[in-house]
């Protein structure tokens, strides 16, 4: 792809999940001018990504709901404060909160930096680095794709995130297209 080709993908993402992508600005606005969450805003995030998964969503609700609103203040201040892209420190501090997976501490970090941040996901991985590991999910394979990823970024001149958008919508319906 081109970017050009980046472009219109990412628009159609924005445009496929409306609710997604004006909630993602809006949390992401907020993350960026508090520089640290509250227990309401990951639980926020939990919602927005699992909202098509109801049974899912209130597992992990009640897992992020065990973190006290000190802790996910403290963690989440100390990712999102340290200068420059602290990348592999910026996730540790995210996943020490309960029930906070490296795949939803990548979208806090993408909420917070999508010039620099993508989100953990299948269908970018594999068009970026072909099959997707069965451990794809750990924190050490999002270092992987985001390294992959900021090279593409860089190359087409274009915030990470906006790639992103574009590998997932792409895939996303080359995939409900084969089913």
């Known amino acids: 792809m081109d970017k050009a080709d980046f472009l219109t993908w990412g628009r159609k993402y924005d445009k496929a999940f409306g609710w997604q992508a004006q909630r993602e600005r809006e949390l992401g606005a907020k993350f960026r001018r ?3 969450l509250t227990s309401k805003d990951l639980a926020a995030v939990v919602e927005w990504k699992t909202k098509d998964d109801s ?3 209130a597992r992990s609700l009640a897992l992020v709901a065990r973190n006290d609103e000190t ?3 403290r963690l989440t201040s100390q990712a999102l404060s340290v200068p420059g892209s602290e990348d592999s420190y910026r996730m540790n501090c995210i996943t020490l909160l309960e029930g906070v997976s490296p795949i939803l501490a990548s979208v806090i970090l993408t909420f917070f930096d999508p010039a620099n941040y993508c989100i953990l996901d299948g269908y970018t ?4 680095l072909g099959n997707v590991p069965p451990n794809m999910q750990s924190a050490q394979n999002y270092l992987v794709l985001l390294s992959a990823i900021r090279k593409t970024a860089a190359k087409q001149k274009l915030d990470v995130r906006i790639i992103d958008k574009a590998f997932y919508k792409k895939g996303f319906d080359q995939a409900n ?3």
């Open 177 to 179: 297209k084969t089913q």
């Open 71 to 73: 802790t996910v203040n």
């Open 34 to 36: 508090n520089k640290a």
């Open 125 to 128: 991985w594999k068009a970026l």
């Open 55 to 57: 049974e899912r969503m």
